[in-house]
Structure formats: C-alpha cells, structure tokens
C-alpha cells in the first residue's frame, strides 16, 4: 500500500510539472498564426530601409512630369532689395520658370523693409505654394503652405515673401489633380516698376543730362525676342518741356503696337517700316518695351528692352 502512496504522489507531480509547461509554452506563443507572421516577415524584408523618405519624394514630380524650364535670370541683374525702394503698391512684372504656372499679374507691397507679392493665377489646379523647394515642402507642415483667396470672378490669388527683386525666388506649388509638389522659379522684374517706387533714380534722366527743348539724335540698342527684329540707329530724339520722345523705326512692317509703362502706342506709319514715337523713361538702362507683331498666324506681343545711350545724344 505504502508503495502505492508513493507511485500516486509522484504520478500526480508529474501530470502538474507537464501542465505548468503547457501553459508556459501557451504564454510564449505568439498571438499570429505561422502564416500571418511569414507575411509579416516578408512584408518587413521587401519594405525599404527609409520608408519615411521614400513617401515624401512620391509627393514630389519628377523631371519627367514637369515641363521645360525656362530661365528667368538674366545677365548682369543685380538684386534690388526693399531698402531701395518707396513704401507703396505697384504692379510688376513676375517671370516664371514654368509656363504651367503662369502669372497673369502681380502686385508688389513694400511696407517697413519688407516685401510681398500677390500673384494672380491664371489657372486654378493649386492648392498651396510653399516659399521654398518642393523637398524643404514636404517635411513641414499644412500650417505652413500658404493657401489662395478666390476674386469674385474665380482668379486664384497667392500672396509670398519676396526678398529681392531682379533675384531668384524659389516657390512650389501643389497641384491639386497630381497631389504632388513642382519646384518653380520666380522673379519680379525691378525695371517693370515706375520710376517713382525708387528711393534714387537707377537710370540717367533727361533732367540729369539738362538737355534743353530741341531734337538730337541718340544710339539705341534692341534686345529681345528671336533677335531677328531690329530697330534704326542713332534714333531721333525730342525733348519738350522735360519730356523726350524717340522715334524708333523697325526693321518691318509687322508691328502694330507698342507698349511702353503700360501706355499703348500706336504706329505713325506701317509702310515700308513700323515707326513709333515712343517716350524715353530714361537712359543707360534697358528700358522694357513690347511690341505687337501681325508676322505669325496671329497677333502676338513680344517683349523687348530699348537701351539708349546717354554718351552718344547729340544735337541736331
């Protein structure tokens, strides 16, 4: 009997040390099945390194899904920074370095030492700008981007900082349809503005160079478009209470406006030439212009600069 006890006692030590092994085994297991966890394994194998990155960069377009760039930069600009200029308004001509993300106009405020520009689209497919890179984008925040405001006849409306003008200013823009960040380039022309926004005269005057009533001639240099179009020099030049006009004779007949500070200025004669009798803001500077050409298969304005030197006026 007494040898019975003992075999009891131990079967029942054995049966208890097999169940707490059990449930040991139970808590160790993993709450997965074998087949979850071969998924989940081979799902962190093929799952890149910097994953975090990776989704940033597929917000931002490729090369390949943007078009040409378009330089807006030019030779010999030297930034204009907001100590130079008058606290005021003014319109001014924005260059962008995407014709996807054209700027139908622009508006300059210069207020303490500082500047922004508000940029009236002339398509509606985004959502944000960030003043900066698309990449330096997509690390920050909403709060961040900066929205648009609507006009009443649909414009989009975006308003950024801008440091200097005549100088590179890096801009992206979310596109609403790709749901992707386009690195754009833009640049607020300091010669669009009117002489009166500058704190010092950044041209010679007419009145610097007390030129007296009477007409003179003067070497005028065209720069712009193809470069196929020319104009004639010396030029004829009247002054008149201040006020100096030039005579500029085109190389054709094509042209049937032009522009000048946002006059419009219509042809003497379209005979053999365009000739044009244009005001003269000022001297030793390229001074912008547009003209309108008939040549194509429509009508189209081309921009230009006209420098008349100062050093070849002579009268008459």
């Known amino acids: 009997m007494r040898k019975f006890l003992i075999w009891l006692t131990a079967f029942a030590f054995s049966l208890e040390l097999t169940a707490c092994g059990q449930t040991e085994n139970q808590q160790n297991q993993p709450e997965t099945s074998p087949a979850v966890s071969a998924m989940e394994s081979e799902t962190q194998q093929n799952m890149p390194e910097n994953s975090v990155i990776e989704t940033e960069n597929q917000r931002i377009a490729s090369p390949d899904e943007t078009v040409a760039y378009e330089e807006v930069l030019e030779e010999g600009m030297i930034p204009i920074y907001a100590d130079a200029l008058h606290d005021g308004s003014y319109e001014a ?9 054209g700027i139908k106009k622009c508006i300059l405020h210069v207020e303490n030492g500082s500047m922004t520009a508000e940029m009236f689209m002339g398509r509606t497919g985004y959502l944000y700008v960030y003043s900066g890179t698309a990449e330096e984008a997509v690390s920050h925040e909403e709060a961040d981007y900066i929205p648009y405001t609507e006009t009443e006849d649909g414009i989009y409306v975006f308003t950024i900082p801008v440091q200097a003008l005549d100088a590179e200013i890096p801009c992206a823009a979310y596109s609403k349809k790709k749901e992707k960040w386009y690195d754009r380039t833009l640049l607020i022309r300091a010669d669009s503005l009117p ?122």
């Open 195 to 316: 002489a009166e926004a500058f704190a010092e005269s950044r041209f010679t005057t007419a009145e610097s160079l007390g030129l007296a009533d009477g007409e003179y001639t003067v070497d005028v240099k065209l720069e712009g478009g193809s470069g196929k179009a020319s104009v004639s020099s010396p030029a004829k030049l009247t002054v008149s209470d201040g006020n100096i006009f030039a005579e500029i004779i085109w190389s054709s007949n094509k042209y049937d406006y032009m522009l000048v500070n946002g006059e419009k200025y219509n042809p003497v004669t379209m005979e053999e030439h365009s000739v044009f009798e244009i005001p003269v803001l000022g001297f030793d500077y390229p001074m912008p212009v547009s003209a309108d050409t008939t040549a194509m298969s429509q009508p189209y304005e081309i921009e230009y600069t006209l420098y008349f030197d100062s050093a070849s006026v002579t009268a008459s």
């Open 93 to 101: 001509e924005m260059k962008s370095s995407s014709s996807m993300f």
